[in-house]
C-alpha cells in the first residue's frame, strides 16, 4: 500500500517537470523583471506599460486596490491582483496615477513622458485595515505578517485532525494528538507546556470571535475540546498574534492567539466530499450554499469515522452541523447568524508506558486499560451585527450562547493508587456559556496625521457543572470531587494608533483591565487526608489592567523593510475550584476570603496570572519574497494550577523564556512557492532558583516548512515538514526527557472535470515512528508490580493514505 501511494504521488507530480518551471519562470519574470525601476518600452513610442506592485505601510501585498490613469486619450482603470500587483498598457503622455479603495487614503502620482513606468512600488495608507471589513470582531496582526500564500493548503487538503490545520501557521505552535485523536490538543509553545491551552501563559484559539478554551473545564484549564466540532473546508483564513499585543484580548492570550474565520458563503451552490482511506477511515462533507441577491448563507454537514493504527480501535465518531446566514441591510451594513452543532465519541489506547514498549512486552499501539476514551456534546449559536459609517468609523456588536456536555475517562496511572480497582477516572464538564462582544473603531486625524481608535468590551460567563468520579470500566463508584462553579469576566480595552512621517512611523498603544468572579461549591475529598472537612464553597473577585505598546519604523520607501517592536502583557485566569478551594463552607463576597488555617496546600492561590512578552524583529515583503524575523523575551509571575485528575493544586514559581523567530515565503516560480517557519527558545527557566530549575515538557526548536503547488495545469498541491527537537521532561534531570520528530506529509488536489476534484492526503510520508505528546510520571502497570517514574507517550500515526473525489455544482 505505501509503494502504490508513493507511486500515485510521483506520477501525479511528472508534469511539474523543469522546462514546464522554465517556462512559468519566464512567464513570471516577464510580468516583473525586478524590484527597480526601468525604462519604458521601447515596443511602441505611442504607448507603453505601466506595472507595479502596491504595498500597505506594514510592507504588506495590497489587493483590491482600484488604479485609475487619467491622460488626454481618455481614463484607464483596473484593480490590484491577489498579489497586490497591475498592468496596464498606457499612451506615452503625462499621466496622473490615482490608487483609490475602500477606507484608503486616496493617493496620486504624476509619470511625465520618458520616466520609468515598469516594477513600481506604490505605498497606500489604510484608514480602517481591511481586516474590520469582516462582521466577526477580529485585531490587526500588529507583527508585520509575511505573506504566507498557503490558500491552496486550506482549500485542497484532506485535513482529517485539528491539530493540522495548527501547524500551516508556521507559528512555533507544537500540538500534539492526545490519545489519538477525540481528546484536545496538548500544546506547547516558545519552551511551554501550555497542556490543553490555559496553562503557563495560556494560547488563546476564538472561532468567529468565539473563544475555545474553556474555563474550570473537567479535564484541565482552557480545554480545546470545542475544536472539535470544526470543519476544515469551512476555514475562510487562520490569523495569528504572536503575543499578547492586542487590547482586544485578555484571558488565555499570554502566548499568543489564533483567531480562525470560517466562511459566510462557498463558491458553489452545492458541494460534496467523500474521502477514505487507511485505517478504515471514511470522511464526509455536504454544503449547500445558495445563490442570494442580497445574503450569503450556506448549511453543511461533516461526518468522519476512523479506528486509527490502535490495536484498541480508536472507534471515533464525529459529526459536525454548521450554518450561516449573513443579511446585507445596506452598501454598509450587516446582520449574520451562525450555528454549530457537533458530537464525537471515541475510545483511546492512552498514554502508555515506553519502557514496556522498549522491552517488547507492549506494542507502540498497543493498550493498557481498554475503556479510555469519552464522549462529547456541544452547540453554539452566535449573531453578528456590524455598521459602517461613511468616514469609515464602524460599530460591531456579536453575541453568542454555548451548550456542552463533556465525559473523559482515563488511566494515567493504572493500578498505582488503587491495586484493586485500578486508577480509571471519570472528568464531567456540564457547561452553558453566554458571550457578548462589542467594538468600535473611528478613524480620525490626530495632528494632522492617520489616527485609529478602537474601544470595545467583552462579557462571558460560564455556568458549570463539573466533577471527577473513579470507575471501573466506565461505571463510576466513588466520587473524588464535585462542584458547581460561576465564572464570569467582565472587560473594557481601547486601543489608538497614529502614523507619523509620511507613514514611515507606526505607534499604537492600548489598555484593557479584566475583571474576573470566581464562585464554587462543592466537595474534595482528598482534603479529608489533611484533616479537613470535604465541603467548601466561596466567591472571590479579581481584577487586571493589562498595557500594550507597539512601535514599527520603515526606514524608506525604497526598501520594503520594517523594524518593529511589541510589548504586552496577558493574562491567564486560574481553576474556580483552585482559587476558592481552600475556603471555608461558607461563601465571601469580598477579594480577601477567609481561608482554611492550617491547611498547606490548600490555600488559595492566585487568581489571575501574568505573562509580560517583549518582541523586536524585522520584516521584508516584496511580491516574491518575504520574510520575518524577531527576538523574543517572555516573563511569567507565578501561578498555583488546579490538577482535575486528582483534585490537588499545583505550584509554579515565576519564570522566563527567551529565544528568537524567523519566517518565510517565497514564491519560487509563478505557480510554486515555499513557506518556512523556525522557532529557537535559548532558555526556559523558573527565576530565583539556586541551583537552577529548568521550565520542562516542551521542545525548545520548533520548525515547518512546505512547498506549495498552485493552480498548474489543474494541479494543487503540498509537501509539508514539521520538527522538534528533543526536550527535557524534569526541570532538575536532564538527562530524562522526550524524543523529538521529524515528520513529512503530502497532499495533492486534480482537476478532473469542471465539477470534480481528485484529492489525495499521505500523512507521515516516510513512516517515521515518533510519539507526540510525552510525560514523565509514576505508575504501577499491574498489580503488585513496582511504582516505576517512567516516559508516558501517545504514539504518533504511521504512514497512512486517504483518497477523495470532490464534487461542485452551479459555480457562483
Request: net charge neutral; with cysteine.
Amino acid at each position: 500500500m505505501k509503494n502504490f501511494a508513493l507511486f500515485i504521488v510521483v506520477s501525479l507530480m511528472l508534469p511539474v517537470c523543469p522546462r514546464a518551471m522554465a517556462q512559468s519562470t519566464n512567464r513570471s519574470s516577464a510580468r516583473v523583471a525586478s524590484n527597480v525601476p526601468t525604462a519604458p518600452s521601447q515596443q511602441n513610442d505611442n504607448r507603453r506599460t505601466l506595472s507595479g506592485v502596491v504595498y500597505t505601510q506594514q510592507n504588506e501585498l495590497a489587493p483590491g486596490v482600484i488604479v485609475i490613469v487619467r491622460s488626454t486619450a481618455g481614463e484607464q482603470q483596473t484593480t490590484t491582483d491577489a498579489e497586490g500587483a497591475f498592468r496596464l498598457t498606457v499612451p506615452n503622455q503625462t499621466l496622473t496615477v490615482s490608487f483609490e479603495g475602500k477606507n484608503i487614503n486616496p493617493a496620486q502620482r504624476i509619470i511625465n513622458p520618458g520616466a520609468p513606468t515598469e516594477n513600481l512600488q506604490i505605498r497606500i495608507e489604510y484608514v480602517v485595515p481591511p481586516v474590520h471589513e469582516n462582521v466577526v470582531i477580529v485585531s490587526n496582526v500588529l507583527e508585520p505578517a509575511i505573506e504566507r500564500r498557503n490558500e491552496t493548503v486550506y482549500n485542497n487538503t484532506l485535513f482529517a485532525r485539528d491539530d493540522q490545520l495548527i501547524e500551516t501557521l508556521n507559528g512555533g505552535i507544537n500540538a500534539g494528538q492526545h490519545e489519538g485523536g477525540g481528546k484536545s490538543l496538548e500544546v506547547r509553545r516558545f519552551g511551554y507546556n501550555l497542556d490543553h491551552g490555559g496553562v503557563g501563559g495560556g494560547l488563546k484559539i476564538l472561532v468567529d470571535n468565539i473563544q475555545q478554551n474553556q474555563t474550570t473545564q473537567g479535564h484541565g484549564q482552557g480545554y480545546l475540546g470545542q475544536l472539535k466540532s470544526l470543519t476544515p473546508e469551512l476555514v475562510q483564513d487562520v490569523d495569528i498574534v504572536n503575543g499578547p499585543f492586542s487590547a482586544q484580548y485578555g484571558d488565555f492570550s499570554g502566548l499568543g492567539v489564533v483567531h480562525i474565520r470560517q466562511r459566510e458563503s462557498l463558491p458553489n451552490v452545492f458541494t460534496v466530499r467523500v474521502q477514505g482511506g487507511s485505517f478504515d477511515s471514511f470522511r464526509t462533507f455536504l454544503a449547500y450554499s445558495p445563490t442570494l441577491e442580497a445574503a450569503d448563507s450556506f448549511v453543511a454537514y461533516e461526518g468522519s469515522r476512523t479506528d486509527g493504527p490502535f490495536l484498541n480501535p480508536l472507534r471515533y465518531r464525529r459529526d459536525n452541523l454548521t450554518g450561516n446566514y449573513t443579511r446585507r441591510i445596506g452598501e454598509r451594513e450587516a446582520l449574520g447568524f451562525r450555528l454549530n452543532v457537533g458530537r464525537n465519541n471515541f475510545f483511546s489506547s492512552g498514554q502508555i508506558p515506553l519502557d514496556e514498549v522498549e522491552a517488547g512486552r507492549l506494542d507502540r499501539f498497543g493498550f493498557v486499560d481498554p475503556f479510555n476514551g469519552g464522549r462529547v456534546r456541544s452547540g453554539i449559536f452566535g449573531a453578528y451585527y456590524r455598521k459602517e459609517g461613511e468616514s469609515g468609523n464602524t460599530f460591531k456588536v456579536d453575541g453568542f450562547l454555548a451548550r456542552s456536555l463533556f465525559d473523559l475517562f482515563s488511566n494515567f496511572t493504572f493500578f498505582l493508587n488503587d491495586e484493586i480497582n485500578g486508577d480509571e477516572i471519570q472528568q464531567h464538564d456540564s457547561r452553558l456559556q453566554q458571550g457578548i462582544n462589542t467594538q468600535y473603531l473611528q478613524p480620525y486625524k490626530l495632528f494632522g496625521r492617520q489616527a485609529l481608535l478602537i474601544v470595545g468590551g467583552n462579557f462571558l460567563a460560564n455556568q458549570i457543572n463539573v466533577g471527577l468520579s473513579k470507575t471501573i470500566e466506565r461505571n463510576p463508584f466513588e466520587v473524588v470531587t464535585q462542584a458547581h462553579a460561576n465564572v464570569t469576566n467582565v472587560a473594557g480595552y481601547i486601543q489608538q494608533s497614529i502614523d507619523l512621517f509620511n507613514g514611515r512611523v507606526h505607534l499604537e498603544g492600548g489598555l484593557r483591565y479584566d475583571y474576573f468572579r470566581f464562585s464554587a461549591d462543592g466537595i474534595n475529598t482528598t482534603r479529608i487526608a489533611g484533616g479537613l472537612n470535604s465541603a467548601f464553597a466561596g466567591t472571590r473577585g479579581a481584577g487586571r489592567l493589562q498595557s500594550k505598546a507597539n512601535i514599527s519604523y520603515t526606514p524608506t520607501d525604497k526598501l520594503p523593510l520594517v523594524f518593529y517592536f511589541n510589548y504586552g502583557r496577558g493574562i491567564s485566569s486560574q481553576d474556580a475550584r483552585g482559587v476558592v478551594g481552600g475556603f471555608l463552607s461558607e461563601s465571601t463576597e469580598d477579594n480577601e476570603p477567609t481561608p482554611v488555617p492550617d491547611a498547606p496546600g490548600n490555600t488559595p492561590g492566585p487568581p489571575v496570572a501574568t505573562t509580560d512578552f517583549h518582541q523586536l524583529g524585522m520584516s521584508y515583503n516584496t511580491r516574491r519574497f518575504s520574510l520575518s524575523t524577531d527576538l523574543f523575551l517572555i516573563n511569567q509571575s507565578n501561578q498555583q494550577v488546579y490538577i482535575p485528575d486528582d483534585g490537588s493544586v499545583e505550584f509554579a514559581g515565576p519564570s522566563r523564556s527567551y529565544g528568537y523567530e524567523a519566517k518565510t515565503s517565497i514564491q519560487l516560480f509563478r505557480n510554486l512557492s515555499f513557506n518556512a517557519g523556525l522557532t529557537q527558545v535559548s532558555n526556559a527557566y523558573f527565576r530565583n532558583t539556586n541551583p537552577r530549575v529548568y521550565v520542562d515538557s516542551a521542545p525548545h526548536t520548533v520548525a515547518n516548512g512546505s512547498l506549495v503547488l498552485s493552480d498548474y495545469r489543474g494541479f494543487n498541491g503540498s509537501l509539508r515538514y514539521r520538527h522538534i527537537s528533543s526536550y527535557r521532561l524534569d526541570g532538575e534531570d536532564a538527562s530524562i526527557r522526550a524524543a523529538g520528530h521529524d515528520v513529512l506529509d503530502f497532499s495533492m488536489s486534480r482537476r478532473i472535470r469542471s465539477w470534480l476534484d481528485f484529492n489525495l492526503t499521505v500523512d507521515n510520508l516516510t513512516n517515521k515512528r515518533y510519539f507526540e505528546t510525552q510525560n514523565y510520571f509514576e505508575s504501577r502497570l499491574r498489580p503488585g508490580d513496582p511504582i516505576i517514574s517512567r516516559v508516558h507517550a501517545t504514539p504518533g500515526y504511521p504512514f497512512g493514505v486517504t483518497v477523495g473525489l470532490t464534487f461542485r455544482v452551479k459555480e457562483k
